[in-house]
Nanobody, 119 residues
Framework: QVQLVESGGGLVQAGDSLRLSCAAS????????MGWYRQAPGKHRELVAA???????NYADSVKGRFTISREKVKNTLYLQMNSLKPEDTAVYYC?????????????WGQGTQVTVSS
């Protein structure tokens, strides 16, 4: 059974930092690409950051320079360090795992964690 469990969301003020964590099943963590998506009310779900099994990362333009994605293989955990948070970062953040040759939506998803940034 593949599981992705997010934690670390919360209510913060603009300019604050948060670190999201995603605990993943060991069977997928070392070979799947991993990513963080977010969905704000009334908006489509968007890819925030992703990292390949080899460690190559990419980011949405809106978070470049502020967010950092990383994966710790020993702990089977994915992180998203979010600095200089803005009210527009408010959303439900989802951890996702993408199998090789498939789309993100054909992979696995966590239940989501709420991040709220007040101005």
């Amino acid at each position: 059974q593949v599981q992705l469990v997010e934690s670390g969301g919360g209510l913060v003020q603009a300019g604050d930092s948060l670190r999201l964590s995603c605990a993943a099943s060991g069977s997928i963590f070392s070979s799947y690409a991993m990513g963080w998506y977010r969905q704000a009310p009334g908006k489509h779900r968007e890819l925030v950051a992703a990292i390949t099994s080899g460690g190559t990362s990419n980011y949405a333009d809106s978070v470049k320079g502020r967010f950092t994605i990383s994966r710790e293989k020993v702990k089977n955990t994915l992180y998203l360090q979010m600095n200089s948070l803005k009210p527009e970062d408010t959303a439900v953040y989802y951890c996702a795992a993408k199998p090789a040759g498939r789309t993100w939506y054909e992979g696995y998803w966590g239940q989501g964690t709420q991040v709220t940034v007040s101005s």
